[in-house]
């Protein structure tokens, strides 16, 4: 299925999706692939295409990396203290993310080649330019299709751990992240609000 979207309704609407993720719907390979081959479409440090993408969907392999999301979520959520507003409602959303995380159908985790620990910002940077566009075109493409996605990271605090549940070579390869993909419930997302767009530009100088 695919959803009548502008490109500025899909880059306005593609929103980081918790609580409205069908649980209950299992992810065709086929839309999967359709979504990876985007995903390489996009620009890559040095035209290296040194991506990787994990595509966990076993369940007992997910159950074991949820355990591992909670351990750190939890934790994370208890040490900001009482939030109010938006801060809350996202506390809310991730709390439930935590409590299902081993019921969303798909686990997505990008992966870069090498090591970047102790490296020249410069390294890291490219690093992360060969990964998150083509990350972000994933969850484009996947929301283009009627699944939702969110950005996560906390079982990056176990990283090796995540690396044996799924065979990747730890000591040759770099996890940046954990993307639940599931169909979602309804399509209607909205944009997100914002801060004024003169408060993060800066034109010619700071």
């Excluded at 934790?75 to 109010?84: I, Q, V």
């Excluded at 996890?175 to 914002?194: C, E, H, N, S």
Aim: proline share 6%; hydrophobic share 40%.
């Amino acid at each position: 299925m695919k959803l009548d979207l502008t490109p500025d309704e899909l880059l306005s609407t593609t929103r980081a999706v918790r609580k409205r993720l069908d649980l209950t719907k299992p992810v065709e390979r086929e839309v999967l692939e359709e979504c990876l081959q985007l995903a390489q479409q996009a620009p890559t440090a040095s035209y290296a295409q040194n991506w990787h993408f994990v595509v966990v969907t076993d369940a007992e392999k997910r159950a074991a990396i949820g355990e591992i999301w909670r351990d750190v979520a939890y934790p994370y959520l208890e040490r900001g203290g009482p939030r109010e507003g938006q801060g809350a409602r996202i506390e809310d959303a991730v709390v439930h993310l935590a409590e299902h995380i081993h019921e969303v159908p798909v686990h997505v985790i990008p992966c870069v080649l090498g090591r970047y620990e102790g490296k020249p910002n410069a390294l890291v940077s490219s690093m992360f330019a060969s990964i998150i566009p083509a990350a972000w075109s994933f969850m484009l493409a996947a929301r283009s299709r009627g699944l939702g996605t969110v950005w996560t990271s906390f079982h990056l605090m176990h990283e090796r751990e995540v690396a044996e549940i799924v065979g990747i070579p730890y000591e040759e390869v770099t996890q940046v992240g954990l993307i639940p993909v599931a169909y979602t419930i309804g399509t209607d997302f909205k944009p997100g609000k914002r801060k004024p767009l003169d408060s993060m530009v800066h034109w010619d100088s700071w």
